[in-house]
């Protein structure tokens, strides 16, 4: 089976690694890809949203699976496109369609599913300029902190959580009468802030059926101790070291299933992956959102957890059988640590030549934002840069695993968080 996976991140080099592994795969394409996945498949140098031009390379390397991992193309309706084409209609899409995909690409649209089937979530109202001094009055009403979302995509940055009632107004304000997130903040939700512990759980599913992959917890922040701004992410363990049997039953019986069969009562076709991103609140879990795709850097750890063929699974997504398919799962736990670029993620530099991945032994070494200068050497390419995981009998001896793998690789102002796992 020839295979095209679409992306360009650490997310997309763990799935091409993985999928490298299976004896269902023939050929294996990644477009555009980076550096690391090169080494595991082919890239072409194809945009993620330029439908015209992935449709003639599906064609032209008789692709006949597609995997999404990025949200963009996905919200855009790539798999509509294929859908839609008599000459792709028959190549399978690991992805949601564009309604479906609104469950990460409209913040209103997963908190009115949420609301629909009883699921366990934050309080909430949406906003528009129209109504702006009902937002105002609403934030009255709320206690501090005050939680602001911008309703679509906006990079990972459209969250905003403030102290201030002054400050939230304007901010309000800000996002929707001053664009602040351009369309994405046309309309704002707001909602009561949730303090308890962060984690995410993932299922694969033909919209009927699900697979569990392994649960996970991301590091957000750039600073020690989850200080300073939001990043994509600065690292990830699997499993949760909190999330013990009974409450990861309780996730499933609140929260997956009912999402699943949601959709069924919705009649919202579903193939591929579910990001759901929890809060533990009085020990009971609630959802804080929905991805339409797998998370980044938390692949990077669910991943290489992921003993079973992870193609053969795909494939009875993609054709409505996944119902049967069991899933193993190694025991070990795994840890990553991300190699960011000096200054991210405000503005930095990109070019940098690294050195040292090959003397990497007892850790994977996963590439993110990389790719190759004029004279084939490895460069940075974006802010995120190299994902170091590692496997360990907890999660501590995994972190420290990928802590000495570190001391391999180097290019210059590299950054990484050193407590990852710290509030464990």
């Not at 366990?120 to 129209?130: G, I, W």
């Not at 736990?333 to 007892?362: D, F, H, R, W």
């Not at 950054?415 to 710290?422: P, V």
Request: aromatic share 8%; proline share 4%.
């Amino acid at each position: 089976m020839n295979v095209l996976i679409i992306g360009s991140g650490g997310r997309e080099h763990a799935i091409a690694w993985k999928l490298k592994q299976s004896s269902k795969l023939t050929q294996l394409f990644i477009t555009p890809g980076n550096a690391g996945t090169s080494k595991v498949g082919t890239n072409l140098n194809i945009g993620v949203s330029d439908f015209v031009s992935i449709k003639k390379a599906v064609l032209e390397n008789n692709i006949d699976l597609v995997l999404v991992g990025p949200e963009v193309p996905l919200v855009e309706g790539i798999h509509d496109f294929f859908l839609a084409d008599d000459a792709l209609k028959n190549v399978k899409v690991i992805g949601p369609q564009k309604y479906a995909a609104q469950l990460e690409g409209s913040k209103e649209f997963a908190k009115k599913f949420m609301i629909r089937h009883n699921i366990p979530t934050a309080a909430y109202e949406s906003f528009t300029k129209d109504n702006l001094e009902e937002g105002f009055l609403f934030l009255e009403k709320l206690n501090a902190p005050y939680v602001l979302k911008a309703d679509g995509l906006a990079a990972g940055k459209g969250v905003v959580i403030l102290n201030d009632l002054l400050e939230a107004k304007n901010e309000l304000r800000d996002m929707l009468s001053n664009e602040k997130f351009g369309n994405a903040s046309s309309t704002v939700v707001i909602e009561e802030f949730l303090d308890g512990i962060e984690m995410s759980c993932f299922i694969l599913t033909d919209g009927k059926n699900y697979v569990n992959l392994p649960s996970a917890k991301d590091y957000k922040r750039i600073g020690e101790g989850d200080t300073g701004l939001n990043t994509g992410g600065m690292g990830a363990v699997s499993p949760v070291p909190f999330a013990d049997d009974e409450y990861l039953n309780k996730i499933e019986e609140r929260i997956i299933k009912p999402t699943v069969l949601g959709l069924q009562k919705d009649n919202i076709p579903y193939k591929g992956f579910i990001f759901f991103g929890l809060i533990r609140v009085n020990n009971e879990p609630m959802v804080i959102e929905y991805n339409c795709r797998m998370g980044d850097p938390e692949t990077e750890v669910v991943i290489p957890r992921i003993k079973s063929d992870l193609l053969d699974l795909l494939i009875a997504t993609a054709n409505d059988c996944l119902d049967g398919k069991t899933i193993e799962i190694d025991h070990r736990s795994a840890a990553t640590v991300m190699l960011v670029s000096g200054g991210y993620p405000e503005q930095y530099q990109k070019g940098k030549v690294i050195t040292g991945c090959e003397n990497v032994s007892n850790s994977i070494v996963f590439h993110a934002g990389t790719t190759t200068n004029d004279i084939n050497e490895i460069v940075t390419d974006g802010g995120r840069v190299i994902a170091v995981t590692s496997f360990g009998n907890d999660f501590k001896e995994a972190l420290s695993c990928s802590y000495k793998s570190i001391n391999e690789i180097n290019f210059d102002k590299m950054n990484y968080r050193k407590d990852i796992g710290f509030d464990l």
